[in-house]
């Protein structure tokens, strides 16, 4: 279940408040323990980073480094954020993936751009990679205003029609979901039992309103979460499989044969006011296993880059 709703594994870059309270509230509900001290965070000047998987109950998180360097302005440009990730390798064949879900969250400095990456070592093994010190450099990943968050293996990215638009105007935007493994290694103790492609369900018939949807912040400095509603009469959509693979993305239809483009005027979003509107888009599936002939289907919810468009 945990799985089906957040993901088989990935990163975060949690930027705010509201997204860091519906997250624990997720967490509570899928009854994953937090700590305390992570309640307390100021967003004005952090972030929270975190990184999960679900496999062996033996697996543990921990911190290797951060690194956050502030320029001469005091400015942080860049985040490196490592996680290590301990593992046991059994003499016996065994899988790594027991359904055991763990995470690691930790606040870090707000910046352009925040790699993070996991590490793993075998502690009660020896070999090459025995304590954090000598870990491996198993998955890594760079979100920044450019790339969203991957989760399992998949990632998604918006971008406006038009970078500026007259008071009134609609906003348009394509959101593209494509393959994003991370992995640096053959075979990652991380990502073990990630499929070659993702498979997601299409959206050609009902405009996906079940899958997506758009954070806004207006001029005024207000958050505005754009979905479509749920339209509980509608039982005569028959989606598709589609298969998201390395050089072949996916982008999100509209309602309309042949449109790409999300309107977020539809939405409800009014531009009349001026100024820049930051827009954020959210994918979220809940995952299925095979059945029926169709493949296991992606489940999670990852955000994408943030856009801004200025109303002008």
Same mark, same amino acid.
């Given at each position: 279940m945990i799985t089906a709703t957040l993901g088989q594994h990935g990163a975060w870059l949690i930027t705010s408040q509201s997204r860091w309270e519906a997250l624990q509230k997720s967490l509570e509900e899928l009854k994953v323990p937090l700590n305390d001290q992570l309640r307390k965070v100021n967003f004005e000047t952090e972030n929270l980073v975190?990184?999960?998987?679900?496999? *062996?109950?033996? /697996?543990?998180?921990?911190?290797?480094?951060?690194?956050?360097?502030?320029?001469?302005?005091?400015?942080?440009?860049?985040? *490196?954020?490592?996680?290590? #990730?301990s593992y046991v390798?059994?003499?016996?064949?065994?899988?790594?993936?027991?359904?055991?879900?763990? #995470?690691a969250i930790i606040p870090v400095p707000k910046a352009a751009k925040t790699r993070i990456s996991v590490w793993t070592f075998h502690p009660l093994n020896g070999g090459d990679n025995p304590s954090l010190d000598k870990s491996r450099l198993d998955w890594e990943w760079t979100l920044s205003a450019d790339t969203g968050e991957s989760i399992g293996n998949l990632t998604g990215a918006i971008a406006?029609?038009?970078?500026?638009?007259?008071?009134?105007? /609609?906003?348009?935007?394509?959101?593209?979901?494509?393959?994003?493994?991370? /992995?640096?290694?053959?075979?990652?103790?991380?990502?073990?039992g990630a499929e070659a492609a993702v498979h997601v369900w299409d959206g050609k018939y009902s405009?996906?309103?079940?899958?997506?949807?758009?954070?806004?912040?207006?001029? /005024?400095?207000? #958050?505005?979460?754009l979905r479509r509603a749920v339209q509980n009469a509608w039982d005569k959509n028959a989606p598709h499989p589609i298969t998201i693979a390395p050089g072949k993305p996916y982008v999100l239809p509209n309602w309309f044969e042949g449109q790409e483009l999300k309107s977020l005027k539809e939405l409800g979003l009014d531009t009349a006011a001026p100024g820049a509107y930051a827009i954020t888009g959210i994918y979220q599936e809940r995952g299925e296993p095979i059945q029926n002939g169709n493949p296991g289907m992606w489940g999670g919810i990852l955000r994408t880059n943030t856009v801004v468009v200025t109303v002008k």
């Open positions: 975190g990184v999960f998987h679900f496999g *062996d109950e033996a /697996d543990q998180f921990l911190v290797k480094s951060v690194e956050a360097p502030a320029n001469a302005a005091g400015k942080v440009e860049a985040a *490196d954020v490592r996680f290590g #990730m390798i059994y003499k016996q064949r065994r899988a790594l993936t027991l359904g055991v879900w763990k #995470m406006p029609k038009a970078a500026e638009v007259k008071p009134g105007a /609609d906003i348009q935007l394509r959101f593209t979901l494509s393959y994003a493994s991370g /992995d640096k290694e053959k075979f990652s103790p991380f990502t073990a405009n996906g309103y079940r899958n997506h949807a758009f954070e806004v912040i207006t001029p /005024d400095g207000k #958050m505005h979460l």
